[in-house]
């Protein structure tokens, strides 16, 4: 099984900040096959990229993703009030399909 | 509009089946890759099962021999059959369509979940 491991666990930022969150994998995931989430409270995970770098639709561009191997990288360019949740990487490389454990965007 | 409504979940003795639902609208199920995804205070999110166009199934290995993911065309409905619960089966199921094209894949939509709770 892959196992991903996401960090920070918390990253506290203000609105207007870059965030950047990390999904480091314990082996080689396809470029294909790894996509982000966002979850906020209460509330579905919403897909944000997948295919490593491909934001899905309706995905403000301030969001973008990047990687390969086995490092992987979410970039949030401005942090807008909205985009303070959640966030979540999948690798589907290899079945059991596994997510890592998250990474919460909180206000400074 | 695409949407996906699970319902099914509810208390249940350790032991004991359950069925989940999950309507789909906007789109046929039956043409579709469909997951079930769970979220357990445990493990966090958990991929469950999932079904292919072709019919193909899979599961983790923590539901493999328990649970039997299926659909029915008539309904265009999506079902995941849980049997011989356990309380670490607790948790918020969701059902997704998978994107799958150009190599790429994802769980694209997601219902609104459903809540079971194990416990004797």
């Known amino acids: 099984e892959i196992v991903l491991t996401q960090s920070p666990g918390t990253l506290s930022l203000s609105p207007g900040e870059r965030a950047t969150l990390s999904c480091r994998a314990s082996q080689s995931v396809s470029s294909n096959y790894l996509a982000w989430y966002q979850q906020k409270p209460g509330q579905a995970p919403r897909l944000l990229i997948y295919?490593?770098?491909s934001r899905a639709a309706g995905i403000p561009d301030r969001f973008s993703g990047s990687g390969s191997g086995t490092d992987f990288t979410l970039t949030i360019s401005r942090l807008e009030p909205e985009d303070f949740a959640e966030y979540y990487c999948q690798q589907f490389t290899t079945s059991p399909w596994t997510f890592g454990q998250g990474t919460k965007v909180e206000t400074k | 509009e695409v949407k996906l409504v699970e319902s099914g979940g509810g208390l249940v003795q350790p032991g004991r089946s359950l069925r989940l639902s999950c309507a789909a609208s906007?789109?046929?199920?039956?043409?579709?890759?469909m997951s079930w995804v769970r979220q357990t205070p445990g493990k966090g999110l958990e991929w469950v099962s999932v079904?292919?166009?072709?019919?193909?199934?899979y599961y983790a290995d923590s539901v493999k021999g328990r649970f039997t993911i299926s659909r029915d065309t008539s309904k265009n409905t999506l079902f995941l059959q849980m049997d011989s619960l356990t309380v670490d089966d607790t948790g918020v199921y969701y059902c997704?369509?998978?994107?799958?094209?150009?190599?790429?894949?994802?769980?694209?939509?997601w219902g609104q979940g459903t809540t079971v709770k194990v416990s004797s």
């Open positions: 079904i292919y166009s072709g019919g193909i199934t």
């Open positions: 295919g490593t770098s």
């Open positions: 906007g789109f046929t199920v039956n043409n579709n890759y």
């Open positions: 997704a369509r998978d994107y799958y094209a150009s190599g790429r894949y994802a769980h694209e939509i």
